[in-house]
């Protein structure tokens, strides 16, 4: 594959399926079908395992289809930057036309067919996250607000409860946790990344926190958000939806994320960002952790309650 400096246009090269498949961002795909699928396990009432999976490879491509929407419109600002500038738009193997086009039969796919086979209230919930995340979060947010990530963050907290409203055809408030979960995990989460690139998204004028207010003001709001999620991640449990076994777990769970703040809130300049890399790094395995533990307390969980009980 052909390399060049950022902000240099590539030769342009013939599109491969994984092109395409890439321009779906799977990496943040496979975080929306977990916490989607952890949305319609804990929620009450049955979905038919056909059914299920219908709708969670819905929710999927629509997740992919946010994604393409997203690279189509940014192949400008990508190239700028030395950890997008390989991406298929802005390396020339797929233009933005194509991008745009394909995102959009994707994103009309997912949501047909999760109304068809599923409900339309999932269906609805998910139209509305492709158009956040495409259109006010790419669109506006992003290149105009340093509050991009804290807004913008609602597209990505959403899956919990489409996978949830897909089982029940409603919403209650247990996704509603899950959602607030996500919703404030994802400041510190790109927060921590974008102490360690701020050069990137200056390179590209893009206003994240750290390149609008700095690094130290970032780094307290880093801290700040996870002393609000730590406590937040416990709701679930406090609000008897978990049981102690989950309650635990997260305790811990959002005690590290808070100390692994402390640490960014700590660091200085010279220290070259090796804590915020800490904490980026972390973030991921918390929020997989902790819809992990949901998953396994909602499988045990009870039983485990019952047999603790009786002794």
Known sequence: MQTAAPGEPLAVTLAEPRDFFNLMKPRVMSLV????????????????????????LAIAVGAGASGVLNMAY???????MRRTATRP????????????????????????????????????????????YAVVYTMWLKRFTAQNIVIGGAAGA????????????????????????????????????????????????????????????TRRQIFAYSLVLAPLGVTPFLFGYATPFYGGAAIVLGGLFVWRAVGVLR??????????????????????AIFSVLLLDAAVGPSLAHWVASR
Do not use: C
């Not at 086979?117 to 956040?132: D, E, H, R, S």
């Open 158 to 217: 959403l899956p919990p409860i489409i996978g949830w409203a897909a089982v029940t055809g409603d919403v209650g408030l247990y996704p509603v946790l899950l959602f607030l979960i996500i919703f404030l995990w994802t400041p510190p989460h790109f927060w921590a990344l974008a102490l360690f690139v701020k050069e990137d998204y200056g390179r590209a004028g893009v206003p994240m926190l750290p390149n609008v207010v700095g690094d130290a003001a």
């Open 74 to 80: 940014e192949g400008d600002i990508d190239a700028l």
């Open 89 to 132: 738009v802005p390396s020339g193997r797929v233009s933005a036309v194509e991008a745009q086009s394909f995102g959009l039969v994707l994103a009309v796919f997912s949501v047909m067919v999760l109304g068809l086979a599923v409900n339309w209230l999932a269906a609805a919930l998910l139209a509305f996250t492709i158009f956040f």
């Open 267 to 288: 660091e200085r300049e010279a220290d070259r960002h090796h804590a915020a890399r800490a904490l980026f790094g972390y973030s991921i395995v918390y929020l997989f």
């Open 33 to 56: 079908i977990f916490t989607a699928m952890t949305g319609m396990i804990v929620a009450p009432g049955h979905l038919h395992p056909v059914l299920a999976f219908i709708g969670l």
